[in-house]
């Protein structure tokens, strides 16, 4: 498709479970960013990715939480050992380079609802 | 840290009635500010932008003036239509280079009826 595309759109789990989150990004975008929001809070930046360059992982919450994404494909974000507090919205996003957040250039999937029991 | 208050939803209105949801900054130097909408069933998209003081940026018919002395970038329309219904996030990116982080609001949730 034409936008960013997430899976799946809606996940259960059980709390202690690991899960992987999938972004497919717009095509041609090198820059590729994960943002969460919980319930009642505005979205928080979490990772982004620049091309081949080292990722600014410094929205991460806890060493639980990791991304990869290899050149400018997809990208996935793993969550281990699962919390009832890592329920959320993961939303993705991506732009042709990272100075589409200063310009409003980004493309944001619909998410993954993430529910931890 | 930098941050973003807009004001608590649920907004309710009725077709052709004016909206303003209010949106405050705490940043250092000048950041660049936005407007996104998420429409049901949809990603965020870009509304409108500013990017320094007195600028007003405008988009299918919502308009916010980037105001420095008042640290506010408030949104307003002067007749919603039903298709305005969305989740509003007022957000900020800071000025200088390195700064690739979006701080958003917790977002408005505006609803408006027939």
């Known amino acids: 498709g034409a936008g960013v595309s997430q899976s799946p759109s809606n996940k259960v789990t059980e709390k202690g479970k690991d899960v992987e989150l999938r972004c497919d990004p717009i095509s041609g975008h090198t820059a590729l960013y994960w943002y969460r929001q919980r319930l009642g809070q505005g979205l928080e930046f979490l990772i982004y990715f620049q091309g081949n360059s080292a990722p600014d992982k410094s929205g991460l919450p806890s060493d639980r939480f990791s991304a990869e994404r290899t050149g400018e494909s997809v990208s996935t974000l793993t969550i281990q050992r699962t919390q009832q507090e890592d329920s959320a919205v993961y939303l993705c996003?991506?732009?042709?380079?990272?100075?589409?957040?200063?310009?409003?250039?980004?493309?944001f999937g619909e998410g993954s609802r993430l529910t931890v029991l | 840290g930098d941050s973003v208050t807009q004001m608590e939803g649920p907004v309710t209105l009725s077709e052709e009635a004016c909206l303003t949801i209010?949106?405050?900054?705490?940043?250092?130097?000048?950041?660049?500010l936005f407007w996104y909408v998420q429409y049901p069933g949809e990603g965020l998209q870009l509304l409108l932008k500013?990017?320094?003081?007195?600028d007003k940026g405008s988009n299918k018919g919502f308009e916010a003036t980037y105001r420095k002395e008042t640290t506010s970038f408030h949104l307003e329309k002067g007749s919603v239509q039903v298709s305005d219904s969305a989740v509003y996030f007022c957000?900020?990116?800071?000025?200088?280079?390195?700064?690739?982080?979006?701080?958003f609001g917790k977002g408005t949730k505006l609803s408006v009826i027939p």
């Open positions: 209010n949106c405050t900054y705490t940043a250092t130097g000048y950041p660049s």
């Open positions: 500013a990017t320094k003081a007195d």
């Open positions: 996003a991506s732009s042709l380079s990272l100075a589409g957040v200063g310009t409003g250039e980004l493309f």
């Open positions: 957000a900020l990116t800071p000025s200088g280079a390195g700064s690739y982080q979006l701080t």
